[in-house]
């Protein structure tokens, strides 16, 4: 599925894309037969129609990126791009239209495209940065630092007819010109240009999905190299347009910057959400978008009508059981809610599979815990008698002392010659007695302590 959903997505941005594409041409070619036939100069309502033919492409770029781009930090600053871009266009609609005929407002206005130029490419590498992050990501203040060599070449091209180091009029008959050509600054800002989308580019696929094709990977580069050869001869020519433009230098320079995010798009390397509507065709959950009044937005093949009382009922329990077992689910989104349903059949069944494998071996254990604790009995007594039965064996010359002690005994008390010596003999037997008695009971000690000694490690 997922193969097949990438297939659509990919096939609808490529449409898209060669839609776009071909307006420019088309809008490009108008614009030129527009020069040609009134004198190099657009109209006041000529510069308005290109303006705004530019102006909704950029909006449909726009509304692209937005519903594709999932990271809000990332969003936030394509939108400062958007914006940029828009200036752009206002200072181009002025010159090419509205302002026809005032060569120092002309030169000081190219002057400021340098700023959504310049600016724009760095919140491009800012937004390059925070990709594959979280949500609410932000910045490293280190990276705000970039904004002072940005700031000094915004300056210096603004302040330029001070010290000319970006630019450098070439004189005219008579009064102000809008020709110059090229100095060292303007040299190091195609530098800092070409630094910034480098980076752009390298920060995209660091973040992103590794892509094994070798062309895939340098197709952004190539990108980039267009660029470059697509400038030279404005810059040759000191920035007047050539006499054929297959698009205008305005739309192509940040026609590019969409292209890259478009390119890495179309390739895998990044992530976007896109074409739900195949996403929810394909769907095997019965997914639904519903307004809030319970009308449906978005419903996939598989999804069952929600009546009106189930949807109340869903509203208020968020999740309700079918009779086939199913259970709908239901969630809130923005200005709406998302209904799926779960199959939970199958998982009724492994509840109770696993509920009886749970009381089979609970009586499993009892079972077993009781065969246990006979056999320990069993051992603890057979151990116990073998112990016995060992002390018995070691201590026999000491019973039979004890038994040999008995007769003597009893012969000393019957002949009660002389009570003294009789009780003297009847003592020092006794004190035999007890010294084999004592032997007995410290061999048995030993005995018994050595062998539950053994028999606690070995249940241990």
């Known amino acids: 599925m997922r193969s097949e959903v990438l ?61 594709r781009v999932v990271q809000k930090s990332v969003r936030r600053l394509l939108i ?8 752009w266009f206002v200072v181009r609609l002025l010159q090419n239209g509205l302002t026809a005929g005032a060569e120092q407002y002309g030169r ?52 330029n007819d001070l010290h000319g180091f970006f630019h450098g009029e070439l004189p005219v008959v008579s009064g102000p010109s809008n020709l110059y050509v090229t100095r060292p600054g303007f040299v190091l800002t195609g530098v800092w240009l070409v630094v910034m989308e480098l980076a752009k580019i390298v920060n995209i696929f660091r973040s992103g999905r590794r892509i094994e094709s070798r062309l895939y990977r340098c197709l952004p580069i190539l990108e980039l190299a267009i660029l470059a050869v697509y400038s030279l001869p ?78 109340a009922q869903l509203k208020v329990c968020g999740a309700v059981p079918l009779a086939d077992g199913r259970t709908l689910h239901m969630a809130s989104i923005a200005d709406g809610y998302a209904v799926w349903t779960s199959d939970t059949n199958v998982l009724q069944r492994l509840t109770e599979e696993l509920q009886e494998k749970k009381e089979a071996l609970e009586n499993e254990d009892i079972l077993l815990r009781t065969e246990l604790m006979q056999r320990r009995e069993r051992r603890r007594l057979r151990e116990r008698q073998r112990i016995y039965q060992m002390v018995y064996e070691r201590t026999e010359s000491e019973r039979q002392a004890i038994l040999a002690l008995i007769p003597r005994m009893r012969a000393e008390l019957e002949r009660m010659g002389d009570e003294h010596d009789a009780e003297r003999a009847v003592r020092a037997l006794l004190s035999q007695g007890c010294d084999a008695a004592l032997a007995i009971k410290n061999t048995g000690n030993r005995l018994l302590a050595h062998e539950y000694e053994g028999e606690d490690a070995y249940e241990a």
Request: charged letters at 10%; a negative charge; hydrophobic letters at 55%.
């Open 108 to 159: 000081f206005s190219g002057y400021l495209l340098v700023i959504p130029v310049v600016y724009g490419f760095l919140m491009h590498f800012y937004a390059s940065l925070l990709l594959g992050k979280a949500d609410d990501a932000m910045l490293d203040r280190r990276w705000y630092l970039l904004l002072i060599p940005a700031s000094l070449i915004v300056l210096g091209f603004l302040t």
């Open 7 to 67: 297939a659509l997505q990919n096939k609808h941005e490529l449409k898209t894309v060669g839609l776009c594409l071909l307006l420019l041409f088309v809008m490009s070619a108008v614009r030129q037969l527009w020069l040609h036939a009134g004198g190099m100069q657009l109209s006041p309502a000529q510069a308005v129609a290109v303006f705004f033919v530019y102006l909704l492409l950029l909006q449909i770029w726009w509304n692209a990126i937005r519903g």
């Open 234 to 311: 404005y810059i040759l020519t000191a920035f007047a347009p050539p006499d054929f433009e297959l698009i205008e230098f305005t739309a192509g320079l940040f026609l590019y910057e969409i292209l890259v995010w478009e390119t890495c798009i179309l390739i895998g390397v990044l992530s976007v959400n896109t074409d739900y509507r195949a996403i929810f065709h394909h769907a095997d959950i019965g997914l639904q978008i519903l307004h809030p009044d319970g009308s449906v937005y978005l419903r996939s093949g598989g999804a069952d009508a929600i009546q009106p009382a189930l949807f």
């Open 80 to 87: 400062v791009c958007h914006w940029l871009i828009v200036g």
